[in-house]
């Protein structure tokens, strides 16, 4: 089974901008949880999408959306990019929400 | 989800195992440990996980005191390729837990020749 992937992996925006990035999940995989990783605050959770719907988010403020289309794929948003939110943007997808996860490769954003 | 411990880093000998030791005291009765690994800049990578046995993949083998306070996650035969962050993380039920695993600093694995 092909894993995790995500697009794009590399990109750099300026402050202000918007980004969309993107996630597959390994095929049957209906959960799909968003994480951000920096060197200072280390791997935090978004967000988790089942079924096309949110069922749980972290502490991150609404700049930081995301959605999950029916075929499992989901995609994220940041809007009115910060210099703070230079990161690497992982996401993981499982059969369930309490089920083992499995990551992609990551997005590695870089805000100028 | 219980806290976890684990050393900031530690050095093993190519070929030789790999003990990790993780504690997790306030550990409760339905909370998973399970193991990552993340190699430099790559998405973490799922190791292993249990919850009271002690369990053995292709990967690892996961030990789990009987109290469950702690565990240790062996590489039986370390390799340079195995030089990575390791992760032991508890995972809890219940819906504020859905999804998510909370990761700590983990332990910094170097492998050398």
């Known amino acids: 089974k092909a894993g995790v992937t995500q697009t794009p992996r590399y990109l750099i925006k300026t402050r202000g901008q918007q980004v969309t990035l993107s996630c597959s999940p390994i095929?049957?995989?209906?959960?799909v949880s968003w994480y951000q990783q920096t060197p200072g605050q280390g791997l935090q959770f978004l967000f988790e999408?089942?079924?096309?719907?949110?069922?749980n988010k972290g502490n991150f403020p609404g700049r930081f959306s995301g959605r999950q289309f029916s075929n499992s794929r989901s995609e994220m948003n940041v809007s009115t990019l910060e210099l703070g939110d230079s990161a690497l943007y992982l996401c993981?997808?499982?059969?369930?929400?309490?089920?083992?996860?499995?990551f992609g490769p990551g997005t590695r954003l870089l805000v100028l | 989800d219980a806290k976890t411990t684990q050393p900031t880093s530690m050095d093993c000998a190519e070929g030789r195992a790999a003990n990790l030791p993780c504690n997790h005291s306030?550990?409760?009765?339905?909370?998973?440990v399970y193991w990552y690994r993340q190699i430099h800049s790559q998405g973490p990578q799922y190791i292993i996980h249990?919850?009271?046995n002690n369990e053995t993949n292709e990967m690892a083998s996961l030990i789990i005191t009987e109290d469950r306070k702690s565990s240790t996650l062996i590489l039986p035969h370390a390799t340079l390729r195995d030089t990575a962050v390791y992760y032991c993380?508890?995972?809890?039920?219940?819906?504020?837990?859905?999804?998510?695993?909370?990761f700590g600093a983990g332990t910094q694995v170097v492998v050398t020749p």
């Open positions: 095929s049957g995989h209906r959960s």
């Open positions: 999408y089942f079924s096309e719907t949110q069922r």
């Open positions: 993981a997808s499982s059969t369930g929400a309490q089920e083992t996860q499995y």
């Open positions: 249990g919850l009271k």
């Open positions: 306030t550990i409760s009765g339905n909370e998973y």
């Open positions: 993380i508890v995972r809890v039920g219940g819906s504020d837990s859905w999804g998510k695993l909370q």
